[in-house]
């Protein structure tokens, strides 16, 4: 057991400020643990999002030290024994109160993205649908999504820019991404993701692949590919031409 | 306090909760041309499905063919040691596969097997590879799924909003007052029916696998408005949580652990379960490591090993091992897949939680065994609900998934939840769809009664001083975990009543500090009565069931008495306010179920044999 000092973001939309906890941390703790002692002893209507404390539900991102991280899967020994730990709510989204993030827009993303629409054809005379492990590999990558939104947080283009208006974020191309290359999907999403959804926008810093706890290859694995089946087909000559001549129903 | 100045929203329906039996719940309801309000405690999607790790049981037989629903239901009700409630363990069974294949048409992606369908894994109780599945995070793609759906569906999804208390119109539901978490303003919500998906109650407990959300809240607000709680005595107590370091104490480890190989020994190096084979089980379960090694082999012929015994089974053979000197350093059980699978496959197949242990634990679980012990972790009891309607006996109040009682009996099989809240959510939204297509128009509204429920939540702010509701809490903590917990006596639940009483009176003057806005303070204050009502429950519950049967062990009663077998424990509200329990008898067993339930492996193996070739 060791005594830590503590420096907590306090305070609303309309401002607030950094304030000292000294508190006693225990072996193994991880941050989330720490302010729950201090709301349990000290603050009692500190706000902070949590839920499952086992890094599966993506609640309790915050930025610790200035670095944004789930605060239930940061261990306390990550951390010199004399650093002093400040916590703030995400950055990219607009506080709610002391850690607590309002992440609504995020939600309103999601609506706008045309869902899911099976091929009835794919299914075998049991009603089965068939699809091949190697098949759904890719997209079972881009569904181990937690929903932290740390991503969207260090988006140069929604936390420095604001583009919020015009650009969906890395979660939202991996959502993108999960739809257009799942087997069975009958949509076509190629030109809302470059309209609607504002693939262009994204300058491929990787700074959201960085962040992701889930370790999801947003930029290489989901970004990038959606990219390029926006350039085939609005920008290939070739492409053009033949689509031209040979226009076809569906993908 | 004007009440005209607090804002009302109708619906025809409100579901309160959006995990994965609020979701379907919802989804039904709106598929079906109902106005309908989805309310939950915390952002959508975060739910405590996220956590369900193993899979989903549906006696798809795409792995085993044999596989079948009347095995999937002897499967339930051996697991639930006959005390479900059969004709929801057979819809439950029945219609598990058309849910599970409904999630792939909406976009969920399941593992494969070899020849391109939904693969299938072990797991505890069930006699065949049952258990639909993403890697160890099954539950995340099925809320997702489930969300994603939703919301394309016409869903007013209400985020961070906590329900408080309902409004009645006589005998019927008429609505509910609820609280925005952010702002710490009441909002009405005036409809014609609630489904209750509020999960269960774990948060009463220590050592829990549950989070914050699982207060019990269903519990309280059910019993608060007439109906009725059932078996609340059998809380699962599920064998492999995490208990080292001590803040991450009770967090999963899924089964799927022990599904893909995995073994438990104590400190002698001994696999202990193999002396701790019940007697029903043991015409079923492999007597030699030679056998279980056949079976993980893929020898159909070769009996399951004793780790995948129900659960009951294995957290109460931990807790011996522990108690005589044979634990782990921080006491608990050794379980092992390190020295069962190749570290390529670990990863591969319980990524989340080779994640998990890295990082909470410093832990390879490649090269390393965990230290695992039980954690609370299921409620089978709860909100006492017709099968088939899925209606409390309120009318107009539904409840489905972990806050209903009957799929599970005794004690629950792993999988069989997530089966449960697809196949009872979808038929709580049928029940309340048929339910107000009965009914006429929007039931009026009670101002008395909505203020009255505003006052009890301000007065926790507005008292001068009064009880820390964290310390409450933790006193109610620690006071299940000692005397509600694995094993229990007659004495230990008498002073558990007592210790709960107790802390009603201090809840009766908890006070939050702060102001409306955001403070978890005050909502923790406003939980601790539906964790107060669900403790004193299950502790009534346990103290009248004198007999031992799965989830529920009286060392001063052991093993199970055919007298109890007859009754189920229902508790309700006295008029003067207390709390009553009483023994209910149960009803006639349909003959063919019975005759299911009951028949040998054997001659149901060929039954379903015959039955498959007839069709």
Redesign the interface.
Known sequence: MSLRNFRLFRG?INGGKMENYSVEV?????VL?VIHRI??NQA????????????????CSVEINGKPKLAC?T?MNEYGPDEKISVRPIKAFPV???L?A???WN?EQ??KIT??Q?NPDKKDQN???????HD?DR??EF?????CYLCQNVCHVLRDHDKKDQFVGPRFMIRLAS?EM?PL?TVDRISSTKNDHGSGLCNITRCCTDVCPEHIQITDNGIIPLKERVVDRYYDPVLWLFRKLFRKKGK | MNINDIKTIEHDVIVLGAGGAGLRAAIECSMQGLSTGLVCK???????T??AEGGVAAS?G?VDNRDHWKVHFRDTMRGGKFLNNWRMAELHAKEAPERV?EL????A?F??TK?????QRNFGGHRYPRLAH??D?TG??II?TLQ??G??QGIE?Y?ECTGLDFLKDKDKISGMVAMWR?TGEFVIFRCKAIILATGGGGKAWKITSN???YTGDGYGMAYEAGAELMDMEFTQFHPTGMV?????RG??VTEGVRGEGGILVNSENKRFMYDNIPERFAAETADSEDEAEKWLAGDKDARRPPELLTRDVVARAIRKEVKAGRGSPHGGAFLDIANRRTAEDIKRKLP?MY??FK????LDITKDSMEVGPTLHYFMGGVRVDSDSQMTRVPGLFACGECAAGVHGANRLGGNSLSDLLVCGKLAGSGAVNYIQSSTSMPPFDENQAIAIIRSATDILNRESGE????IH?NLQDLMQNNVGIVRTDELLSDGIKGVMTLWNNFNNVK????S??????HEAIALRNLLITSESVARSAKMREESRGAHTRIDFEGERDEWLKYNVVIRKNLDGSMLAEKVLRKDPDPELKRIAKLSIEDLEKEVTQDKKEK
């Open positions: 609303d225990d072996k193994g703790m991880v643990d709301q349990t009692g209507d500190l706000a902070v999002r949590w839920n499952c404390k086992a890094g599966k539900c993506g609640s899967m261990r709610m109160k002391d607590v309002d992440v609504s939600y999601n609506k869902p899911f099976p009603g089965n649908y068939v699809m091949m492990q759904v997209i079972q569904r181990k999504c937690i929903e739809l799942h999907d | 915390s952002l959508l999607g975060k739910a405590h996220v956590m798809l795409n294949r792939e048409e909406w976009g992606v593992d494969r020849t391109g369908l939904i693969n993403v890697g995070r995340l793609e997702r994603d759906r919301i394309h999804v985020m952010e989070s914050w959300e080292w370091p001590p803040s991450v967090t999963l989340s994640h998990q990082v909470l634990a410093e820390n509701p964290y310390l933790e939050a500090d702060g102001a806005q955001f403070n978890p303070g005050w």
